[in-house]
């Protein structure tokens, strides 16, 4: 009886799979799900970064201060605004400053802040550079803001196998791809800020 019943409810389930509306929805909601994972390991990224430099004056010092970071976050950006805001103690809040000053929602943004901040050899700042990181980035900016749609800086920057103007596929196993690595990387993220 429980066999038939599981074979029943597959059964079901795969001809729904092949229905053109939920195939579509599916589709759908695969595409979302990769924005939902970025948008995830951006906070989580993004979080650490405003605490440490918050909670450590000599790191956002340093911050501040190295060539490195200067092209995303001039010391000079620094206003009277900020100081302002914050009662002219900013010494536990330069990590909401710096994020004020320059959001860190692009790529190169965070591998700067992250390697400034924690040095460019942890495990999780080699996979922040990694190749499946920035194929997440790309493909989170593709659906957010063409809604899928290859389009030829798409097509240059990722070799992805859609034509241009087609919409791009998300199938389960690139979703879970995706979202495996993310997971690896705040996983270890967490653990070296942990042990630190």
Same mark, same amino acid.
């Given at each position: 009886m429980g066999d038939d019943l599981i074979e029943k409810t597959i !059964? &079901? =389930?795969? %001809?729904? $799979?092949n229905d053109p509306v939920i195939s579509g929805s599916n589709l759908s909601t695969l595409r979302q799900s990769i924005v939902i994972v970025w948008s995830a390991t951006e906070s989580l990224i993004r979080d650490i970064i405003k605490i440490t430099l918050n909670s450590d004056l000599n790191k956002a010092i340093s911050f501040f201060e190295d060539q490195s970071t200067s092209s995303y976050w001039n010391k000079k950006q620094l206003?009277? @605004?900020?100081?302002?805001?914050?009662?002219f103690d900013v010494s536990e809040k330069m990590g909401d400053i710096a994020l004020e000053i320059n959001p860190? !929602?692009? =790529?190169? $943004?965070? &591998? &700067?802040a992250y390697s400034n901040i924690f040095g !460019?050899?942890?495990?999780?700042? %080699?996979?922040l550079r990694s190749s499946g990181m920035y194929r997440l980035y790309k493909l989170r900016n593709l659906i957010a803001h063409r809604n899928g749609i290859v389009d030829k800086k798409y097509k240059t920057e990722t070799s992805c196998g859609e034509d241009i103007g087609d919409r791009i596929q998300v199938l389960p196993d690139d979703f879970s791809e995706y979202f495996l %690595?993310?997971? $690896?990387?705040? @996983?270890? =993220? =967490?653990? @070296?800020?942990?042990?630190?």
């Open positions: !059964s &079901i =389930l795969e %001809q729904f $799979a206003s009277f @605004e900020h100081l302002k805001s914050f009662m860190c !929602s692009n =790529l190169n $943004a965070m &591998i &700067i !460019s050899n942890t495990k999780s700042s %080699q996979t %690595q993310s997971k $690896a990387f705040s @996983e270890d =993220l =967490l653990r @070296e800020v942990s042990n630190k």
